[in-house]
């Protein structure tokens, strides 16, 4: 608890002294905020190691002025479990933001202005969106000042630490204000683009519809129980089946929002993108697994439901999956197709955790064990491969310029140690092995072949449904990271920027190598892993953690599988070698089937690698709107196509919903009338009205 | 160890000896006397020993393709019993190790077509991964069948002799997993219907596309490698075929050569008798397989 208070310190700290520089002192901004942060991280994890070593609990407990509310703290297996992808994250973006915030204002000065469209182009309304996303994607010009950034930057992870730790239900929902609006700033950072912007106006409504439900949640937790003290939940778990589904939907619409689950994840893919990169690493990675530990701890309270609470779970979840993934494949904006990614690995983590809950009520404890150790896993891997990504994703920014695939391009013989560790974050993402990805998805499917092969009739139906459309996920995750890693990094170079693209720096660099090393560990260690993922078991379902803390379940296997494949790697390199001999291997131009100036335009695009999975597997739904693309005659004219895949939830349920609310509700516009004196007739009429409605009681 | 010394013997001895019997079955068919048996071993020594030409446009991606395509079928070899002789490793869950593993040498076959830069190889790695990725869930349907047959989720002992007593309680859904397996074997070796590995034109063919600029040890050991897959997974389809076992270990292995020969002639039969699908009826025909591989999952469900 000493050292959790110590990063509660050092976040603060940080958090003041990174504006004290102002405007002039960027650099000491930078060095002060991201210094208390990677100490802060530090003393955290461990504070969160020695509670996962020892396991047992520790509490703190400090009266509050508010009413119902006090600064109550708990850390115990489930939260350290939590803590510790917060500030491993914490960490590397704190030293990867050093050098990204420090050189983000350079690199923008250096590439001039923007060429301004001339009047004929302007007519032209697609030449006009085009250039307008291009414009969006090479991210603004003006000078930030990094203190606040810092500020913001240490500000989200004290409330993100405070949401895993607290222990009383107003003090949670402080924190997970904090957290909302915090990140929200970080959103906004690039504040003179419209586009993020809006993308910050959309998450702060999101999360703020999905607040209410949490609010609504405690309200009736208080009733119930008496208090606000989470301690005091545990009356909540004698409850009739009814209330506490009902409370169990508000928990999953309530975090479901922030969490990104479908179909309330419209915000992410426009929110994550649009924060600097370690931002969206740290937002993508591990805020959003703070909803799923909210959901998980406040489940543990209510009684152990019925099947269908799991179900329900489930089917979100694989729908989710299936959705984020295709979407993915259909963004040209890399750091979009990762947001989306998001979504399907959240999708992955609710579908693992909805057959453990439907698997422990309809009584297979050890498929329940298998699919929260799977869910658990996954939870931590995702927080590590996709931080990696999105690292990675700012790196290939930084150096090109550009967000959007189709500017990039042979960036891997310009950045090679990004590229490289791209190509790492990708293969663990794939869940291919020798990387940690294969872990947490071997589990989910060796609790769903558990169930699927024991059972038979319906019960046996759906975990073996669940299990091809988990291999269709699994393919398709395959395709976006083939198509990432193609289309960025191979190839020749898509524009100049690209061409005269420059590796990251060390602090970049090595917060990347940090992390990528970790997903290899995860890989080679995989009994490790399931270690930590039973400590926080044992909060959640004690049979399971017993179960898999068994050797028997022990997967050495897989470790033992991976350590053999990079001896089949490196024995068919040697091979190689040796056949190749020491001679220098000649190189020449890429065999274009005789063609004789072949140029980059030329090349496979990002839109062009999915087309045929979009057209034999996509729902039509999803289908991308393009514009202008048809050319006429024999002699045709410069013709521009664009391409966008907006999100068919908003386009179709949400934006027309809200457009109608507010149509509805500018009725009542008339009320504003912006003349004090109205406004004090109604404080008085309100004052007479509760005076009346006391007076009831 | 003599499991590890027989599965390696024979994966790296009679996997290239399978694409000769396809070309000399084609041959047959097609009236000609066509290359001898051995052909693929001349081809493989020969790249072998020749000189490397690379792009300039390539990196180390590139290079690690072909090393992943050796690499990915030996390692898998070894989770597969070959006939009656059993998986030298094998383990609880081993089956979807196995799954992901050739996803592996996927994803590095993709990334080293794109990274030559050229559009050709970008359309055939869109088009790998379109299909694999269909192809997948049908491979897990099957090996669920066998898995709720055999009650163990080991590849060795869902190929092992429970399939003997499964033909004769389950017949039907074996027959399917047959044909569903075999399917799985032609996509993801690129034979007719689903590719054309005798073409050279960009636009109808997918893996050859992705190696065009392969060259020497790199495009050896692609060759190489893809024989090896074709061995792994047509061992599968042989063992289901011919689950009987002698008990001796030469007999048996013999049982196994011939059933993998016997294999490559009714490739060749196909090849030689069908065309090649077009394009966008290949996700359709996939689809109908992997509909066909949940319907014989369904038999046993009930």
Redesign the interface.
Known sequence: MNFLFAAFFLFGLGALLAVIPGRTGARAATLLGSASGILGCLCGLIAAGQRLLGGGAEAFFMPWSMPGGAFSLRLDELSAFFLLPLFIVGLAGALYGAEYMKDLGKTKKATGPQPELNESQSNNRCNRGFLRFQQYMKGSKERRRPGLHWTWYNLLILSMTLVVTAANGLLFLFAWECMSLTSFFLVISEYDLAEAVEAGWTYLLATHLGAAFLFAFFLSAQALSGSLEFASFQALGQLSLPAASALFLLLLIGFGSKAGIFPFHVWLPDAHPAAPSHVSALMSGVMVKTAIYGLLRLYSFLPTGPAWWGGLLMGIGIIGALFGIAMAALQRDVKRSLAYSTVENIGLILLALGFWMQSRAAGHHVAAAFALAGGLIHLLNHALFKSLLFMGAGSLMHGSGSRDLNRMGGLMRRMPVTGLLIVCGGLAISALPPFNGLIGEWFIYRALLESGTALSGLAGFFPLVLIGLLALVGGMVLIVMTRIIGIALAGEPRSPEAAKAHEAGWPMGSAMAALALLCLGGGLMPALLLQVAGRAATMLDPGAATMLADTAFAPWWLGLMAVLLLGCILAAYGFLRWRQGGDPVPAAATWGCGFAFPTSRMSYTAESYTELPQSAMFCSCMNPSTEDGRTIGFFPEAKCFSFEAPDPVLERVFRPFFRWAADVCSGFRGLQAGQLHVYLLYIFSATILLLFWVGQR | MLELFLHLLLLFGLSPLLSGVIGKTKALFAGRTGPPFLQSYYDIWKL??K???????????F?AG???A???P??ASLLVPFGAIGAP?S????L??F???F??S??FT??A???????????G???E??F???A??T???CF?VL??LS?S?VLSTMFGSVLNTAWQSAGPSLILVVACLFVVVLVENCRIPFDDPNTHL?LTMIHEVMV??HS???F??ILYGAAMKLFVLGALVVRLVFPGTTGDVLFDTLLFCGGMLLLAVVIGVVESTMARLR??RV?QLLVGT?LLS?FS??LL??
């Open positions: 072998f020993g000189g490397l030409v690379i792009s300039r446009t390539t990196t180390w991606v290079r072909p090393v992943l050796l690499a990915v030996v390692l490793l383990f609880t869950g081993d979807i190790f799954v992901y593993l996803g592996l996927r994803f993709a990334a077509a794109l990274d030559t830069g050229s559009s050709f190889e970008g359309m790695a869109a088009r991964v379109t694999s990725c269909l997948e869930p491979v897990f349907f669920i898995a709720r009650g989720l960009e065009l600029d020497g040890p790199d050896g050991m394009l966008l996700p992997m949940f999952l369904i469900l009930r």
